[in-house]
């Protein structure tokens, strides 16, 4: 039987895939073909979707984007028959997934899977190296699962980059024997141009789950909770659908694999507010209260959830794990440069022509991924700046767009690569405006606690607006430089911390937009009369 593959994907969703998947559906049943129609995770191609696969002897075949007004057509052209005469010719006809550039020049190692399985089917997980991880880390002790989770390089793939291994060899001698210990994933993927996480769970929810268990085992953990970003409902379903499955095939629960390590997991809905994508914030919403920052010390690996030692841990950090145990620490460290060890999953949004998931080792500059991957500006005029890291990332002009993507040469040049994502700008944006936007930001999404962020960030947009309408600009430059000094080194969170690099990398790198603009004769005499 003929396999045909559409994405479930919610950036598939949102382009019409369902629609596209039951046009093939019913098109077949109307011309009397059998097919097997697999809903599979997306490639990250989003330009593309929706992303239609034909399964064939030399490979699936990508037929894109596919909207349901050309199944009737893709059918006339037999495309169930990719190497077929007419197949060849439909101009919708992108050959072999595979061999398309944009894939063959990433190093997919977490993302290895996603796109290529169906992501609810264990048996699917099982046949693309799944388990293998668990397998091998149910034959090490703890201190070499944690040795070899270190000795692999990773750092924390949320934002903070702290090397994974010393949190969790933190968390393995906390607390006397058989203390209660937690493992928590921070899904609550908030930062604009991000959707890594959002695609790992979506479209290969088992890996976390193996990661998530490794990281149980390895500390002495038995609980585990995801707190997911309350507005991924298709997340919510496929994960829980997956942990059904996965408990019920002895991978979950107690026993694990027939060892004497329990592990259950479960899904909790995140606040919807940014700051709980914070981690101690985060650990007061998992505990019923309001999201606020806690002081530390203590550091959550000592006093974490519920007080007792936790890891926390990014969705992409756990999702990492288990190729580490799978293929070992060398093999992931030998991608990637400096102390910034194996692949990132980069998110290509904003004004970008093909706009999509790209993973690739560190070292990538930001010019071949604006380029290379994502083909210049949609608009097709100039790309002026870009923003990394969410919306606390620092605005780089085209001038540092060779940067490469590495944690101390970002820190080099004031900027962060958080999570991963990047947001192209044309040469049509106001970057006066963008300053705004992070102080407005900050004042909308801070919890409060402290004077720096709550206060700061709220006099910060009136100053901007000041310097926008042209009123004292020396003075009110000089006092929002005063002012985000005063947020960077008194905030007791990044959020109010980091608001200051946006906020100056515009002002530093994009200068002209700060000085008035000179009115119109038609503005002068509309104020004129108006006065």
């Not at 006339?76 to 006809?93: G, I, Q, R, T, V």
């Not at 300053?435 to 206060?455: D, L």
């Not at 901007?464 to 002012?483: A, F, P």
């Not at 947020?487 to 911390?497: T, V």
Request: aromatic content about 8%.
């Amino acid at each position: 039987m003929i396999k045909v593959f559409v994405p479930r994907d919610s950036s598939a969703l949102s382009l019409g895939a369902d629609r596209t998947a039951k046009a093939i559906q019913q098109e077949a049943q109307k011309r009397g073909i059998e097919i097997q129609l697999i809903r599979n995770g997306s490639r990250g191609l989003f330009w593309l979707e929706p992303f239609v696969e034909v399964a064939t002897e030399n490979g699936r075949v990508a037929f894109a984007p596919v909207q349901p007004k050309d199944v009737a057509g893709l059918f006339d052209a037999y495309f169930l028959n990719p190497d077929s005469s007419m197949a060849k010719a439909h101009p919708l006809n992108l050959g072999l997934t595979e061999e398309l550039e944009w894939l063959k020049k990433q190093q997919r190692l977490t993302f290895a899977r996603i796109g290529i399985t169906d992501p609810v089917s264990l048996n699917d997980y099982l046949a693309h190296d799944g388990y293998k991880g668990l397998a091998n880390a149910l034959k090490l002790s703890p201190a070499e699962i944690v040795k070899t989770v270190t000795d692999s390089g990773l750092r924390g793939r949320g934002g903070a980059a702290f090397p994974t291994g010393i949190k969790w060899n933190t968390v393995l001698g906390a607390g006397e024997k058989g203390v209660q210990k937690y493992i928590v994933c921070n899904a609550d993927e908030g930062d604009s141009g991000t959707y890594s996480d959002r695609m790992v769970m979506e479209d290969d929810p088992f890996v976390l789950i193996e990661g998530m268990t490794i990281a149980g085992i390895a500390v002495g953990a038995n609980q585990g909770y995801i707190y997911l970003r309350s507005e991924y409902p298709h997340a919510l379903h496929i994960l829980n659908e997956a942990i059904a499955k996965a408990e019920a095939a002895g991978y979950l629960g107690d026993n694990i694999c027939g060892s004497n390590h329990t592990f259950k997991l479960e899904v909790r809905r995140a606040a919807g507010a940014y700051v709980c994508g914070e981690e101690t914030s985060l650990l007061e919403s998992l505990e019923g209260k309001r999201g606020l920052v806690r002081f530390k010390p203590p550091l959550p690996a000592i006093e974490g959830l519920f007080g007792k030692p936790t890891v926390v841990n990014n969705v992409i950090s756990l999702a990492t794990i288990p190729i580490i145990l799978d293929k070992g620490a060398q093999f992931y460290a030998d991608y990637g440069m400096g102390r910034s060890r194996g692949t990132l999953p980069i998110q290509l949004a904003g004004n970008i022509k093909h706009g999509g998931l790209v993973e690739l080792a560190f070292g990538a500059t930001l010019r071949e991924l604006l380029y290379d991957f994502g083909g210049g500006s949609y608009t097709g005029k100039p790309i002026r700046a870009v923003q990394v890291g969410g919306p606390l990332g620092a605005f780089l002009p085209e001038s540092q767009f060779d940067t490469p993507l590495d944690y101390e040469e970002f820190s080099k040049i004031w900027a962060v690569l958080g999570h991963g994502g990047i947001v192209a700008f044309d040469d049509t944006v106001d970057m006066a405006k963008m300053a705004r936007y992070a102080f407005e930001f900050c004042a909308i999404e801070s919890c409060g606690k402290c004077t720096p962020c709550r206060i700061g960030s709220t006099r910060g947009v009136e100053v901007i607006d000041k310097i926008i309408n042209g009123t004292d600009v020396e003075k009110n430059t000089k006092l929002v430089r005063d002012l985000s000094d005063t947020m960077l080194n008194g905030s007791l969170c990044a959020l109010g911390g980091m608001t200051p690099y946006p906020v100056l990398s515009a002002m530093n790198h994009f200068a002209e937009d700060f000085v008035p603009k000179p009115k119109s004769a038609l503005k002068k005499i509309i104020d004129i009369v108006s006065a």
